[in-house]
């Protein structure tokens, strides 16, 4: 009998699929409270706990981590703007094929994609960007006969370790909680794994880097609350008189104390109070300021690879535009690593619980739209699709968000120039010569002026009994030469334009290849008819003069 198995070799077990096997138990060994190794953390506890995760035993490493979410602002604010870039992008689904068979699944899985908790399931995956490694749940349905996806559950990464070759995962007390580690049971969970660096998981989270920027960080602080504590306010001084007793003094003292937090105090008389004011106060709190800010700085090179979209630090536009470039870039890169660990873990064991093992998986895409230059496509096209280049009109209209036009509707057209004039023959020498002498103004006294501009505002009309004029034969000839020349010129432009990745790469190619383009043919033509067309101009020339 042929059993499905996941990519670790897990058999599948169906009771399993549609109870939670990886939840908190109260008897066993996957507790829900935690504990708190960042209370008092030194740099030797820091090591002793980044060995034992090394060593196989990640659970300090885990709790680690997430009180350094809880405790540093700015590093759950970077880590969090990394997660909700990637979960907060579009999902789409590629059939494998026009079949209907193939349509069909894709379709189904658009539909599971609607639901509205993806966003917030898709954040709760994206936890390995923090920790390296992160475990979901995925809790089947079966109610109405079919497999389906209900809900995916983020558990809690302490709840997990790794066999003794650091790479595969056990679960922590077994289904039950309460038994040794386990393999993970087949096509139960979402696996994805997120390097800062290469390595084994648990040591390439972020967490692990950012542990020692926290520690330190935490140190600056406390030392700087401290010195705020201490040199923020004045030093009060009491001054008692020679004859002051006992309980005179205890009085001043505790004024001098308290005074900071009542504002008031009543002395005797004779006993005098005096606030003197540290002068280095501002220096030694900025340097506690530039420590932390610098911690905080290289945190964000870890976590968004840039400093620009998080600090007040700038290097102006250009400086801006490349570091958010930056951030695009490990956006990218995470937006594919989640597609293919939900193409893994949740598509392709849909696809076989439902449909049976074997054949191809729609496939899920995580990805912005990439940006155009519309006005460089705009100029492109307009030098382009004169010379032959054929270009969808339904494909043009998608890329500037235009709808097509409805039957009878009013839409925007290229306003059609007036036909030209068609004069024939040698009249066409004449009309130039008249209107020649009809511009040559004060020069001429044949007529008078007035009469010279209504002659040459009156249209002419066509001469149709005209014999045709040789030039009108040259013109065809010309075309008809010339019209393979220009044939294999465009199909080195559209040959140029399927290879070229984008615009400006095609804008480069046909700039480089401009010289190497042959023209030698259309330029053969071109002077053929030139020179014809000259010697028929002469021709007409001499047949005007009558010689």
Same mark, same amino acid.
């Given at each position: 009998?042929?059993?499905?198995?996941?990519?670790?070799?897990?058999?599948? &077990?169906?009771?399993?699929?549609? @109870? +939670?096997?990886?939840? #908190?138990? /109260?008897? =066993?060994?996957?507790?829900?409270?935690? $504990?708190?190794?960042?209370?008092?953390?030194?740099?030797?506890?820091?090591a002793?706990?980044?060995?034992?995760?090394?060593?196989?035993?990640?659970?300090?490493y885990?709790?680690?981590?997430?009180?350094?979410?809880?405790?540093?602002?700015?590093?759950?604010?970077?880590?969090?703007?990394?997660?909700?870039?990637?979960?907060?992008?579009?999902?789409t689904?590629?059939?494998?094929?026009?079949?209907?068979?193939?349509?069909?699944?894709?379709?189904?899985?658009?539909?599971?994609?609607?639901?509205?908790?993806?966003?917030?399931?898709?954040?709760?995956?994206?936890?390995?960007?923090?920790?390296?490694?992160?475990?979901?749940?995925?809790v089947?349905?079966?109610?109405?006969?079919?497999?389906?996806?209900?809900?995916?559950?983020?558990?809690?990464? &302490?709840?997990?370790?790794?066999d @003794? +070759?650091?790479?595969? #995962?056990? /679960?922590? =007390?077994?289904?039950?909680?309460?038994? $040794?580690?386990?393999?993970?049971?087949?096509?139960?969970?979402?696996?994805?794994a997120?390097?800062?660096?290469?390595?084994?998981?648990?040591?390439?989270?972020?967490?692990?880097?950012?542990?020692?920027?926290?520690?330190?960080?935490?140190?600056?602080?406390?030392?700087?609350?401290?010195?705020t504590?201490t040199?923020?306010?004045?030093?009060?001084?009491?001054?008692?008189?020679?004859?002051?007793?006992?309980?005179?003094?205890?009085?001043?003292?505790?004024?001098?104390?308290?005074?900071?937090?009542?504002?008031?105090?009543?002395?005797?008389?004779?006993?005098?109070?005096?606030?003197?004011?540290?002068?280095?106060?501002?220096?030694?709190?900025d340097?506690?300021?530039?420590?932390?800010?610098?911690?905080?700085?290289?945190?964000?090179?870890?976590?968004?690879?840039?400093?620009?979209?998080?600090?007040?630090?700038?290097?102006?536009?250009?400086?801006?535009?490349?570091?958010?470039?930056?951030?695009?870039?490990?956006?990218t890169?995470?937006?594919?690593?989640?597609?293919?660990?939900?193409?893994?873990?949740?598509?392709?064991?849909?696809?076989?619980?439902?449909?049976?093992?074997?054949?191809?998986?729609?496939?899920l895409?995580?990805?912005?739209?990439?940006?155009?230059?519309?006005?460089?496509?705009?100029?492109?096209?307009?030098?382009?699709?004169?010379?032959?280049?054929?270009?969808s009109?339904?494909?043009?209209?998608?890329?500037?968000?235009?709808?097509?036009?409805?039957?009878?509707?009013?839409?925007?057209?290229?306003?059609?120039?007036?036909?030209?004039?068609?004069?024939?023959?040698?009249?066409?020498?004449?009309?130039?010569?008249?209107?020649?002498?009809?511009?040559?103004?004060?020069?001429?006294?044949?007529?008078?002026?007035?009469?010279?501009?209504?002659?040459?505002r009156r249209?002419?009309?066509?001469?149709?009994?005209?014999?045709?004029?040789?030039?009108d034969?040259?013109?065809?000839?010309?075309a008809?030469?010339?019209?393979?020349?220009?044939?294999?010129?465009?199909?080195?432009?559209?040959?140029?334009?399927e290879?070229?990745r984008?615009?400006?790469?095609?804008?480069?190619?046909?700039?480089?290849?401009?010289?190497?383009?042959d023209?030698?043919?259309?330029?053969?033509?071109?002077?053929?008819?030139?020179?014809?067309?000259?010697?028929?101009?002469?021709?007409?020339?001499?047949?005007?003069?009558?010689?």
């Open positions: 009998m042929t059993v499905l198995v996941d990519q670790f070799g897990q058999p599948l &077990r169906k009771e399993l699929l549609t @109870r +939670d096997v990886a939840g #908190p138990t /109260l008897a =066993g060994v996957r507790q829900p409270i935690s $504990g708190y190794p960042a209370d008092g953390l030194t740099p030797l506890r820091l002793r706990i980044l060995r034992a995760a090394d060593g196989g035993e990640p659970l300090g885990f709790e680690l981590a997430e009180q350094i979410e809880e405790r540093d602002l700015h590093y759950v604010g970077v880590l969090g703007t990394r997660k909700r870039s990637v979960s907060q992008v579009d999902v689904v590629e059939a494998a094929s026009d079949s209907a068979e193939d349509v069909k699944r894709a379709d189904m899985v658009r539909e599971w994609l609607q639901r509205d908790e993806l966003a917030d399931e898709t954040f709760d995956v994206l936890d390995a960007i923090g920790k390296g490694v992160s475990w979901t749940e995925i089947w349905d079966t109610s109405e006969g079919q497999f389906r996806p209900q809900r995916l559950e983020w558990r809690d990464p &302490r709840w997990f370790t790794f @003794r +070759d650091g790479t595969t #995962p056990m /679960l922590r =007390g077994g289904e039950e909680g309460n038994a $040794g580690d386990m393999p993970l049971p087949a096509f139960k969970f979402i696996r994805l997120i390097k800062a660096k290469s390595g084994l998981p648990i040591r390439s989270g972020l967490a692990r880097l950012a542990a020692w920027s926290w520690m330190f960080k935490a140190y600056t602080q406390r030392d700087w609350a401290i010195f504590q040199y923020g306010q004045p030093i009060r001084v009491g001054r008692f008189h020679a004859g002051a007793t006992k309980e005179d003094r205890a009085t001043l003292f505790q004024a001098v104390a308290n005074i900071a937090g009542d504002c008031a105090a009543i002395v005797p008389e004779e006993m005098k109070i005096e606030f003197i004011e540290s002068k280095n106060v501002t220096a030694g709190s340097l506690y300021e530039k420590r932390a800010d610098w911690l905080d700085r290289q945190v964000s090179k870890a976590v968004l690879g840039q400093t620009t979209t998080t600090d007040a630090i700038s290097g102006g536009h250009a400086v801006s535009q490349e570091h958010r470039q930056v951030q695009e870039d490990i956006e890169a995470d937006c594919k690593a989640l597609s293919a660990v939900l193409n893994r873990d949740l598509i392709r064991p849909w696809m076989d619980l439902e449909f049976g093992p074997g054949g191809p998986y729609p496939r895409v995580i990805a912005r739209p990439k940006r155009e230059d519309l006005q460089q496509l705009s100029t492109s096209l307009a030098q382009l699709v004169p010379l032959g280049l054929k270009v009109q339904a494909e043009i209209r998608d890329k500037f968000g235009l709808s097509e036009p409805d039957e009878g509707e009013d839409v925007l057209a290229k306003r059609e120039a007036p036909a030209p004039v068609v004069v024939a023959g040698r009249e066409r020498e004449k009309l130039a010569l008249r209107q020649a002498q009809g511009d040559r103004g004060e020069d001429e006294e044949e007529a008078p002026q007035a009469a010279r501009n209504d002659a040459s249209p002419i009309a066509p001469l149709h009994e005209a014999t045709p004029h040789p030039a034969g040259i013109a065809r000839q010309m008809e030469l010339g019209q393979p020349a220009i044939d294999e010129m465009i199909g080195t432009i559209e040959a140029m334009l290879k070229a984008d615009l400006g790469e095609f804008r480069e190619m046909l700039a480089s290849a401009f010289g190497d383009i023209s030698s043919q259309l330029a053969a033509v071109l002077a053929g008819g030139l020179a014809a067309a000259h010697a028929a101009g002469r021709s007409d020339l001499v047949d005007e003069s009558g010689v």
